[in-house]
């Protein structure tokens, strides 16, 4: 299993609330992922980062940012929390191998419920 | 545009049968196929990586097929087990994309019942 954690694995919160999403991982990868997905349906990418410092917007819109200002640490915060902003959210690290492909590992994952 | 196609939605076996899972995918250039397993409330885990010149590899009682001509893959489950119930998600990859992007299909939900 990969070393990668995520905390709190689930979380309810009301409506207006700040909460910041961990995600921490051993493997030194430089590269990590935030995806969300909703029950169903494909995971969708919402922000990644290359490195220490630098962070990217993913393919699908949100309200979340996130910060990278070690390898290990990739968390992401919402700044006021609304119920579409329920779902699941993982976060995931890369590195290439030999071949030149990415293998990507996920951690277990937050589900978040906003009321 | 880039997308992957997953089928059947959703499929109900009995332990111990076999089943098939479908994959078909548009994602150009193509560098390899996935097939991830995930159990609910889990992140997914990787079972196989196939790359282009590859086209089947096995990982105990999975495994994969890819035909990259007509872009399609399958995953083979012998022998259910009551543990193989999950969701079973087709993760495409580009090549020449320096962030290792993945395009994933919506996955095909497997119950096995005893």
């Known amino acids: 299993e990969a070393d990668i954690y995520q905390t709190p694995r689930y979380l309810v919160i009301g409506t207006g609330k700040k909460i910041t999403l961990e995600c921490s991982q051993t493997m030194g990868h430089d590269k990590m992922y935030w995806y969300q997905q909703d029950p169903g349906m494909e995971l969708h990418l919402i922000h990644y980062s290359y490195g220490v410092n630098s962070t990217e917007k993913g393919d699908l819109s949100s309200e979340s940012t996130v910060s990278r200002i070690r390898t290990e640490h990739f968390p992401l915060t919402l700044e006021s929390a609304r119920p579409s902003h329920t779902s699941q959210y993982l976060c995931?690290?890369?590195?290439?191998?030999?071949?030149?492909?990415?293998?990507?590992?996920f951690g277990p994952g937050t589900r978040l419920t906003v009321t | 545009k880039n997308q992957v196609e997953q089928s059947p939605q959703s499929l109900i076996i009995l332990e111990g049968k076999n089943c098939t899972l479908q994959?078909?995918?548009?994602?150009?250039?193509?560098?390899?196929l996935r097939w991830y397993k995930q159990d609910t409330g889990r992140g997914p885990v990787s079972l196989t990586i196939m790359t282009f010149s590859e086209n089947t590899k096995s990982n105990g009682r999975y495994t994969a097929t890819l035909d990259a001509d007509t872009k399609q893959s399958s995953l083979h489950i012998t022998a259910s087990q009551l543990s193989d119930s999950a969701s079973y998600i087709c993760v495409v990859s580009d090549r020449g994309s320096t962030l290792g992007r993945l395009y994933f299909g919506r996955g095909t939900q497997l119950t096995v019942w005893p």
């Open positions: 994959c078909n995918y548009t994602v150009s250039p193509f560098s390899n």
């Open positions: 995931a690290s890369s590195e290439p191998d030999p071949q030149g492909s990415y293998e990507q590992y």
